[in-house]
Antibody
Framework: QVQLVQSGVEVKKPGASVKVSCKAS????????ISWVRQAPGQGLEWMGW????????NYAQKLQGRVTMTTDTSTSTAYMDVRSLRSDDTAVYYC??????????????????WGQGTLVTVSS | DIQMTQSPSSLSASVGDRVTITCRAS??????LNWYQQKPGKAPKLLIY???SLQSGVPSRFSGSGSGTDFTLTISSLQPEDFATYYC?????????FGQGTKVEIK
């Protein structure tokens, strides 16, 4: 069965960096992309960006450009997300999600069909 | 960026009720619309993709409809396990954007 297992809780000071991992199993890792989504306490869902596990191409949300880097290690089927220069408003639960695209009938689709369990990142002095 | 607006933001309903949540996109997204369910402390779960396709394993009481800019998620007979927050999300273009969520509470 498809599983995405993320790394554990992180507590960081403002200005520091954090790297969250997401280990995939149960499917061919390079056949899908990985998106990262975060959720601040009591708030909604915010898409952070996407990486192709096939060729490493990335697409980042503009507000995070320059502070976020997404990578993959195909040898271990693991995706990573690195956020630098952390601020208090980066405090959130960070999720990885399998980015699934395909065709059905005459149409096509794109969705996040499997999610990791989430990683709480707290930024506090 | 495409803005997604859900209504209502919250609702109270009883077990067995029919519940409808709407989602409006700020521009046409054809049928690139997904619905997710999130329970407290848990990751979101995909319910509906491509506006009306039921994800494998999701009960048939959930259904989705719409195209263009206006979409609907319907729960035909609300069950105790359906009390949660529901989000729509467009996958027509990047950045992918979500609605603000609709919290379904017990009446």
């Amino acid at each position: 069965q498809v599983q995405l297992v993320q790394s554990g809780v992180e507590v960081k000071k403002p200005g520091a960096s954090v790297k969250v991992s997401c280990k995939a199993s149960g499917y061919t890792f390079t056949s899908y992309g990985i998106s990262w989504v975060r959720q601040a306490p009591g708030q909604g869902l915010e898409w952070m960006g996407w990486i192709s596990a096939y060729n490493g191409n990335t697409n980042y949300a503009q507000k995070l450009q320059g502070r976020v880097t997404m990578t993959t290690d195909t040898s271990t089927s693991t995706a990573y997300m690195d956020v630098r220069s952390l601020r208090s408003d980066d405090t959130a639960v960070y999720y990885c999600a399998r980015d699934s695209m395909g065709k059905y009938g005459s149409g096509s689709y794109s969705c996040f069909d499997y999610w990791g369990q989430g990683t709480l990142v707290t930024v506090s002095s | 960026d495409i803005q997604m607006t859900q209504s209502p933001s919250s609702l109270s309903a009883s077990v067995g009720d029919r519940v409808t949540i709407t989602c409006r996109a700020s521009q046409t997204i054809t049928n690139y619309l997904n619905w997710y369910q999130q329970k407290p402390g848990k990751a979101p779960k995909l319910l509906i993709y491509a506006a009306s396709s039921l994800q494998s394993g999701v009960p048939s009481r959930f259904s989705g409809s719409g195209s263009g800019t206006d979409f609907t998620l319907t729960i035909s007979s609300l069950q105790p396990e359906d009390f949660a927050t529901y989000y729509c999300q467009q996958s027509y273009s990047t950045p992918r954007t979500f609605g603000q969520g609709t919290k379904v509470e017990i009446k």
